[in-house]
């Protein structure tokens, strides 16, 4: 049985039950009159505005793009359309739309490609991605700023008669934007931290489970607002509060894949050259109190100890972890290496190294003295059949598991 157009249906299902309920709260809240008393139009506003704000960062190109779109068709006349705003002008909307259609595809039909093929379009995906949440981090303030003005002047009518003539839109606005906008981010977060999960997994099959999560997510905001807008903010709180639970573990899985994705991008290491004092690199496991996936500099304090200095969500104080004693090498992978260390015969992984310390890896080990470089994952299964169709003795068993 074909999936694909199963696939496409699903997908296309989706984005236009997001397209309708994005819209559609525009609507509600552009059309809402400032004076009405009405309580309770206020929360479903409210209730709305929750799920909107869930929807457009677990999608933020598709949600500003469907919300701009919906202003320009609503618009009567051409002297309001030229007064939208930027991202309801059609040369934000029409190429978003575009490169949504295009991303749209390569997830259908770039199932059946390779993934040395795929990988660099799910590389220029987490680009859009990361730009077009900026670009909805900028745009949603002025999008939300008239639904909470609405809702505080709902709440001003229900105010004592001595106090009915007080605005207190400003004061409503000046709390609840941030916090819209804090769970805006930590949403963001939580959806990005799949797109690297995305990138970083080798095979197809995954990526398709993991972008049908992804989807399910953002099909069932926009289904149940659609269909109770208080049944769609109670499930988009859930979302917000258990990305909120995993917003450290999101933010570090975001970060390690910003930095992987723009030395790959951008070929860093043919300009970049490790530092004789201290280097920057990532934890690949727990040690101490310092999780998975912490940056910072590595160094080789007094008493020859590997030290790893980091600030937590990079601009607290800083902290500092000792690397455990042992022997050090530096395994060489076919996309990035790691330092791994020797525990009982084996090499286990201790740190990530990006992919700009790719050729770097001898200067590496001299720099802080390592017990050399060796081969390792999948450069090392590649060299091992090399040996065996040739006339030279086979080498000996790989260290690590880098790929």
């Known amino acids: 049985m074909n999936l694909f157009p199963m696939n496409i249906l699903a997908k296309m299902s989706v984005i236009l039950a997001l397209a309708l309920f994005l819209s559609t709260a525009e609507s509600r809240a552009a059309s809402s009159p400032a004076t009405s008393s009405d309580p ?5 506003e409210l209730a709305q505005t929750i799920s909107l704000i869930t929807g ?3 999608s933020p190109l598709m949600g500003v793009s469907a919300v701009g779109a919906w202003k320009y068709f609503e618009a009567k006349t051409p002297e309001q359309q030229a007064k939208l705003p930027w991202y309801a002008q059609p040369w934000f909307w029409v190429p978003s739309l575009v490169l949504i259609a295009a991303c749209f595809l390569k997830d259908t039909v770039g199932m059946t490609l ?3 093929v795929k990988k660099p379009l799910d590389v220029a995906e987490t680009i859009e991605h990361k730009v077009s949440g900026l670009i909805a981090t900028g745009a949603f303030v002025p999008l939300v700023a008239p639904i ?3 809702a505080a002047t709902h ?4 105010s004592l008669a001595g106090f009915a003539s007080i605005d207190p839109s400003w004061i409503y606005n000046g709390i609840m934007i941030p916090i819209a906008m804090a769970a805006f981010f930590i949403v963001f977060m939580a959806s990005n931290a799949i797109n690297i999960l995305i990138l970083l997994s080798p095979f197809t099959t995954v990526d398709a489970a993991l972008k049908g999560f992804r989807l399910l997510l953002l099909g069932s905001v926009a289904g149940l607002a659609w269909g109770n807008p208080w049944l769609g903010a109670a499930w988009s709180l859930v979302i917000i509060t258990i990305a909120y639970f995993i917003a450290g573990w999101s933010f570090r899985l975001s970060w390690f894949g910003t930095v992987f994705v723009w030395d790959m991008a951008t070929f860093r290491r043919t300009r970049f050259t490790p530092d004789a004092t201290g280097n920057n690199v990532f934890l690949s496991r727990k040690l101490d109190k310092a999780p998975a996936r912490t940056y910072g500099s590595l160094v080789r304090e007094a008493g020859n100890r590997l030290v790893l200095k980091y600030r937590p969500w990079l601009v607290l104080p800083q902290c500092t972890v000792l690397l455990p004693e042992g022997s050090y090498v530096v395994a060489k992978g076919l996309i990035y290496s790691e ?6 015969g084996h090499m286990r992984s201790t740190v990530l190294l990006p992919p700009r310390y790719r050729s770097h890896e001898q200067r590496l080990a001299d720099i802080y003295g390592l017990a050399g470089v060796r081969d390792a994952g ?3 299964a590649f060299k091992w059949l090399r040996q065996q169709f040739s006339s030279s003795a086979p080498a ?3 260290a690590g598991t880098v790929s």
């Open 339 to 344: 330092i791994s260390r020797e525990e009982a």
């Open 148 to 150: 909470f003005k609405s």
């Open 40 to 44: 309770t139009s206020a929360g479903v």
């Open 114 to 116: 390779p993934t040395v």
């Open 155 to 158: 709440a001003n009518s229900l």
């Open 396 to 398: 000996a068993p790989a």
């Open 378 to 380: 999948l450069r090392a």
């Open 56 to 58: 457009v960062a677990i």
